[in-house]
């Protein structure tokens, strides 16, 4: 059997290529469980899992406890809102007393950059980042990665245009990092106070046109844009950003017939991604959903090193 030779999954920054291959063919082999009737293997009976989010989510929350119930594992949720954090107790408090109870893996959103990382250093529990602040989602950036394998095949030598708020996105960092590694040509496309003053670090290419971004891109994939970014003056207006760097079909006439078009969720609508676009053909948004199921099941599977069926 094959496992992760880690304790940790806290961002695709350090994570290998053969990691990440490792996760993309479990994750394969997970979503033929997905697509049986009865959708159960026992491979974790007995093990303990808590997910706890501070911050609000559906697809990773939901896909997370899917997963869990798929393999049978034993597991609590618990939502930063109604935990006794409210009343004062610490991080590493609240995951110390659940540790106690015989937990073996935590999956934690939490705002705040590095958090996991701090979590990781100060549990024996497994830590998944589910999302830490604007530092790195790396489930997201594995099921984006499953997601353009299954239908383009491979991932090295594509072409992947990311656009929007690269600069407050942990979605483009855990993609910028995870995608390099595994070969594809990435490029980010947006106005330049939304790109990250870090950007030389990933060592890819800006461009502030869309249409010239996208002209030769195998994929692209869109980033919500937060509306609070606005107040904080990154951009003067949404109607201003939609009309200028929104995808939407005449910005993208000019495209390959098969380019992907992705998007993380949840979705602005007429923003950075028209309705017709994220509903049409080309879009794989949804096969992005359900990658994520499968994905998080791999990662449960290698970290607790449960037998498979
Ligand atoms: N893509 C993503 O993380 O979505 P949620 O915030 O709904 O989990």
């Not at 809102?81 to 015989?102: F, H, I």
Request: glycine content about 8%; hydrophobic content about 40%; overall charge neutral.
């Amino acid at each position: 059997m094959q496992t992760l030779r880690r304790k940790d999954i806290l961002g695709l920054e350090e994570m290998s290529a053969e990691e990440i291959t490792l996760i993309l063919e479990t994750a394969r082999s997970m979503r033929e469980i997905m697509q049986r009737k009865i959708k159960k293997v026992p491979t974790l009976r007995g093990r303990s899992v808590l997910n706890l989010f501070y911050e609000p989510s559906t697809r990773t929350k939901a896909s997370f406890e899917l997963a869990q119930k798929y393999m049978s594992s034993d597991a609590v949720s618990v939502a930063g809102t109604s935990s006794s954090l409210v009343k004062g107790e610490t991080l590493k408090d609240t995951v110390r007393n659940v540790e106690v109870m015989g937990v073996e893996c935590v999956i934690m959103r939490h705002p705040v950059s590095g958090s996991a990382h701090y979590l990781a250093r100060n549990v024996e529990a497994s830590v998944i980042n589910a999302g830490d602040g604007m530092h790195e989602h790396p489930t997201q950036g594995l099921l984006d990665m499953f997601t353009i394998w299954e239908n383009k095949g491979r991932l090295e030598e594509l072409k992947v245009v990311i656009v929007g708020d690269i600069r407050h996105s942990r979605v483009a960092r855990s993609n910028l990092w995870g995608l390099q590694k595994m070969g594809a040509e990435v490029a980010v496309a947006g106005p330049p106070t939304l790109m990250p003053p870090d950007l030389d670090v990933f060592g890819v290419k800006h461009f502030t046109s869309i249409e010239e971004a996208v002209a030769d891109a195998d994929v692209v994939m869109a980033l919500r844009l937060q509306k609070e970014r606005q107040e904080s003056g990154f951009f003067p207006s949404m109607r201003e950003y939609a009309e200028t760097y929104g995808l939407n079909a005449r910005r993208l006439e000019h495209t390959k017939e098969d380019l992907l078009i992705m998007h993380p969720g949840p979705i602005n609508r007429g923003i950075e991604l028209s309705s017709d676009l994220a509903d049409g053909p080309r879009s794989v948004i949804m096969d992005q959903v359900a990658a994520g199921v499968a994905v998080r099941m791999a990662l449960l599977y290698l970290l607790l090193g449960g037998t498979k069926e």
